[in-house]
């Protein structure tokens, strides 16, 4: 028993009590950089993730861009996506120096702003914008919204809406190559031959812009001044859709 008594003593003593407590201070210190570390490379992850997204995008941008670029027209069409893809690249030559000097540059919080706001959503708006301009997939509604007011026209107005809603559709994603350009290319002429067809029913533009007007009204007298118009109601029994409404 007397033994034992010095040893019991002497780990409760006030030197071994300090010792514990620097080394838990120690080990809590060491934990607070593992932490850290953790921390660090779980941003990194983050910042990869972000990367490779934006990597992806701009990859998108640059083949539609190069896909599109093979016509004249379209590549003057793309000149404000490729103001802000100017500017883009200077930004990225300024971060890529940062970095090279400062690893860490690449987790601070603004860091990817320039690639993740505006400018790169800019880009991607201004391609499809072109993407667009170049299939004449703008229009929502054709001449087939009058067209079908008539069941004689009905079929062609269906025929109309269906190539412009196949046209609308494919505009909705950029090209990736050459090919998906052909594409919008043979559907943009499918409804170009499909329009054109109707001048050779006798839907010319007199005709064409006259219904369409018709649905607002046509002052009668200008009507009956137009022979090739009234001929035509008249050869396709068209002339019992239409009222005469006193003003």
Do not use: C
């Amino acid at each position: 028993m007397d033994n034992s008594t010095p040893a019991t003593q002497s780990s409760t003593s006030p030197e071994s009590l300090a010792t514990r407590a620097n080394s838990l201070r120690e080990l809590s210190e060491e934990y607070k950089r593992w932490q850290k570390r953790a921390e660090d490379i779980q941003r990194f992850l983050t910042r990869r993730d972000e990367l490779d997204d934006i990597a992806r995008r701009i990859g998108e941008a640059a083949a539609a861009y190069q896909a599109l670029s093979g016509d004249p027209n379209v590549r003057t069409h793309m000149a404000p996506a490729v103001g802000i893809a100017i500017r883009l690249r200077s930004r990225t030559k300024d971060l890529l120096q940062q970095m090279v000097a400062t690893p860490e540059t690449i987790l601070k919080a603004k860091s990817l702003e320039p690639f993740k706001g505006d400018e790169l959503g800019g880009i991607d708006g201004a391609l499809r914008s072109s993407w667009r301009w170049f299939l004449g997939a703008g229009e929502r509604m054709g001449i087939e919204a009058v067209l079908t007011r008539f069941p004689a026209l009905r079929l062609t107005a269906t025929r109309l809406a269906r190539l412009r809603e196949s046209l609308q559709h494919y505009g909705e994603k950029l090209p990736s190559g050459p090919a998906a350009v052909e594409e919008g290319r043979r559907l943009k002429k499918q409804l170009a031959d499909e329009l054109k067809s109707l001048e050779g029913a006798g839907l010319d533009s007199a005709v064409l812009a006259f219904l369409r007007r018709s649905l607002e009204g046509v002052p009668l007298a200008e009507l009956l001044a137009d022979d090739k118009v009234l001929t035509w109601l008249r050869e396709n029994k068209l002339t019992g859709y239409f009222q005469v409404r006193s003003t």
